[in-house]
């Protein structure tokens, strides 16, 4: 599938996360952390903002692994990156339900933590790829990438 495709996909899925959220109003939880969302009673009770943090969270996981499949190679960088995104989104949203600050709704802090845990996912296949890649050989290229082995040679008059 291109990846324009799965990119608009990603985007439509946010979208589709806001018309929930207007859909089914502000709603607020108490949970202790953001994995006490799990709790079938929550579930059972806000299934339309379950299905919106879902949507919103495979919305961003596809936004930022795509973003980040536009770059080629540089397989240890991708993966350092995305355990970065995942730790900060995960505390990010863990201060954010832990300390009661309203600076995102309680659906984003849930989404973006939900995203950064998927998020681990391809940065596990980059430390894969980044040591298979340890093993392969680079090759060396000797002399003008440009000049022929009959362009080397000196014309006589």
Do not use: C
Request: charged share 10%; no cysteine; hydrophobic share 50%.
């Amino acid at each position: 599938m291109k990846k324009e495709y799965l990119f608009s996909t990603g985007v439509v899925l946010i979208l589709l996360a806001y018309g929930i959220d207007f859909v089914s109003g502000p709603v607020s939880f108490a949970t202790k952390s953001q994995f006490g969302f799990f709790a079938s009673e929550v579930i059972s009770q806000y299934p339309l903002s379950t299905l919106g943090i879902f949507a919103r969270s495979v919305g961003l996981f596809l936004i930022i692994w795509l973003s980040l499949t536009f770059i080629d190679r540089y397989f240890f960088q991708k993966f350092t990156g995305l355990i970065i995104i995942a730790i900060l989104s995960n505390l990010y949203s863990l201060q954010q339900i832990a300390t009661g600050m309203r600076i995102t709704t309680t659906q984003w802090s849930l989404s973006i933590a939900y995203a950064g845990l998927l998020l681990l996912i391809p940065a596990f296949v980059y430390l894969i790829q980044g040591l298979i890649s340890l093993t392969q050989p680079t090759p060396i290229i000797h002399g003008n990438i440009n000049s022929s082995p009959d362009n080397n040679e000196e014309v006589d008059e």
